[in-house]
């Protein structure tokens, strides 16, 4: 069947909790109980226009024309998750996240950026929660928007910028003043130098490469250093530093010892050295320093 790309509202509705759940029912119960609950969400997905993709184990997939059927397909299913009786004391409760964007269709199934940044919204729900990217948001009708509370900005893989996330609040008004706004974090920076060489790694730039490879974002022309030697990614208002190399890679945080890091990762903090296939104290060869800033200050 031939691919076909639109713009598409993707939802996805999580069971929380659901390890625990089959230990506490056992395997038949928990099993029944979760199914029921699928098919609440796809008959709720279906009122507002939406379809089931697939369910994959305790979680469903929908597709919606817009980000308002969306939003309002997930106030419905956790509305009627919270009328729902508790199963042998154990109460249910859906995680749920989507974004809007496009995505391309195929064979009854959904691809595309659109839906790994949904499935990220769904992964920092939390049960009876539904969290919307800001980009989705803002494409959502003024009533709706009124119902949002922004939380946070987050990372997602293949993302060059931070995505901005909020809550959409589905309890009557009565329960929302009792809610207390979280406070949202401001995304990191990172300075490396390198020789003549400065980079930062901020909202905007949220991956480099260091390595003897020519097209790497820093390259270390060291006979010991790798091709492909190590990499930094941020993690919200973090820094992990990623090593890939044969030699491994050698870091000093300022006023601390040297240590090595290989086939591992750390989160860099403060201000040191990266040293690349061998240590500084033995022969310091091309090195990085860099610095942890306070975007804050």
Known sequence: MTATESKLAVLFADIA????????????QALAAIGQCLDLARDCGARYGGRLVKTIGDEAMLIFSTADQAASAAADIQLRMSEREPVAGARLAFRIGFHAGLAIEQ?????????????????????????VSMDSATEMAPYLRRQLRELDVVTVKGKDRDVGIAELLWQDAADRTTLVSRPILRAAMLELRHGAQAIRL?????????????????VIADRLASRLHAR??????????????????????????????????????????????????????ETVTFACLDTAS
């Open 232 to 285: 930094i990614e941020r993690r919200r208002n973090k820094f992990a530093l990623i090593d890939q190399s044969t030699n491994g890679t050698y870091v000093t945080f300022d006023g601390e010892r040297e240590f090595l890091l290989h086939r591992e990762e750390v989160l860099l903090r403060g201000r040191g050295h990266i040293g690349f296939g061998h240590s500084r104290v033995v022969d310091s060869g």
């Open 17 to 28: 909790d659901s390890t625990r759940l089959y230990t506490l029912l056992g395997d038949t």
């Open 202 to 218: 901020d909202a905007e730039k949220s991956l480099l490469t260091l390595g003897r490879d020519a097209q790497s974002d820093i």
């Open 107 to 131: 064979d009854g199934d959904v691809f595309g950026d659109c839906v790994n940044t949904a499935a990220r919204m769904v992964a920092v729900a939390k049960g009876g929660q539904i969290v």
